[in-house]
C-alpha cells in the first residue's frame, strides 16, 4: 500500500514569510508526529497526534509553529514568520499505535529560509 | 525528560569487520529501545527494537543488547557490507511518551 507521503519535496522561502507543510500518513494509522532534522543534527521531536485526543505540543521550538490533523488523516505544520535557523529537513511519521511501534517516515520536505 | 546520548558520531570500518554503536539513556522508565537506519537521501526506516523484558535481540546480522541497569543499549551489526553504510539512529520511550532519539552515528563500511 501506500506509504507516508509529504509534500512539497523542497521549499524555499524568503525569511518572515509563513510556509505550511503537508504530510499523508498510511490510512488506518492513528498516531502522526512531526520531527526536524538539521544538519548533524538527530530526529527532533516537534509535535504529536494520536486519534482525536488533544495534540503533544511539548517539542514545539517557539509559538511561530502550529500544526493541525483534520479528519484524523491529513496534517499540516505550519511555520510563521520563517528565521534562517527554522531551515532543516521536516519529517512526517505514523504509525498503527502510539509511541512504542514501528513509526513509517515519510520523504520530508527539506525547507529553505533565505 | 528522557535524554539519549549516541557514540560514536562517525565510524569507519572495513567490509567484513563488525561494527558497534552504543547509546545511554537517563529516564530509568524507559522500556523500548529501537533503532532506525536512513541512508543518504532516504527516509529513516525501523531496522530492530527491543523491550525491556529481553537483554539481547538477533536478526541475522544485526543485534541489539540491553543493560537496565547500566542504562545503555547497543547496535551491533556482524560481516558488515558497503550496503551498511547509513546513519543509525536509537532511540528510547516509556509507554505514554514520545520516542526520544540519539543524534546519529553515520557509519561507512569501505570495500
Known amino acids: 500500500g501506500a506509504g507516508v507521503s509529504q509534500s512539497p519535496s523542497n521549499k524555499v522561502t524568503e525569511k518572515g514569510k509563513d510556509v505550511e507543510l503537508r504530510c499523508d500518513p498510511i490510512?488506518?494509522?492513528?498516531?502522526l508526529y512531526w520531527y526536524r532534522q538539521s544538519l548533524g543534527q538527530g530526529l527532533e521531536f516537534l509535535i504529536y497526534f494520536q486519534g482525536n485526543s488533544a495534540p503533544d505540543k511539548s517539542g514545539l521550538p517557539s509559538d511561530r509553529f502550529s500544526a493541525e490533523r483534520t479528519g484524523g488523516s491529513v496534517s499540516t505544520l505550519t511555520i510563521q514568520r520563517t528565521q534562517q535557523e527554522d531551515s532543516a529537513v521536516y519529517l512526517c511519521?505514523?504509525?498503527?499505535?502510539?509511541?512504542?511501534?514501528?513509526?513509517?517516515f515519510g520523504p520530508g520536505t527539506r525547507l529553505t529560509v533565505t | 525528560g528522557e535524554n539519549v546520548e549516541q557514540h560514536p558520531s562517525t565510524l569507519s570500518v572495513q567490509e567484513g569487520d563488525s561494527a558497534v554503536i552504543k547509546c545511554t539513556y537517563s529516564d530509568s522508565a524507559s522500556n523500548y529501545f529501537p533503532w532506525y537506519k536512513q541512508e543518504l537521501g532516504k527516509r529513516p526506516q525501523l531496522i530492530i527494537d527491543i523491550r525491556s523484558n529481553v537483554g539481547e535481540k538477533k536478526d541475522q546480522r544485526i543485534a541489539v543488547t540491553l543493560n537496565k541497569t547500566a542504562k545503555h543499549f547497543s547496535l551491533h551489526i556482524r560481516e558488515t557490507q558497503p550496503e551498511d553504510s547509513a546513519v543509525y539512529f536509537c532511540?528510547?520511550?516509556?509507554?505514554?511518551?514520545?520516542?526520544?532519539f540519539g543524534k546519529g552515528t553515520m557509519l561507512l563500511v569501505s570495500p
Open positions: 532511540a528510547a520511550s516509556e509507554s505514554r511518551s514520545t520516542l526520544t
Open positions: 490510512s488506518g494509522h492513528t498516531a
Open positions: 511519521a505514523s504509525s498503527f499505535a502510539p509511541h512504542q511501534y514501528e513509526q513509517y
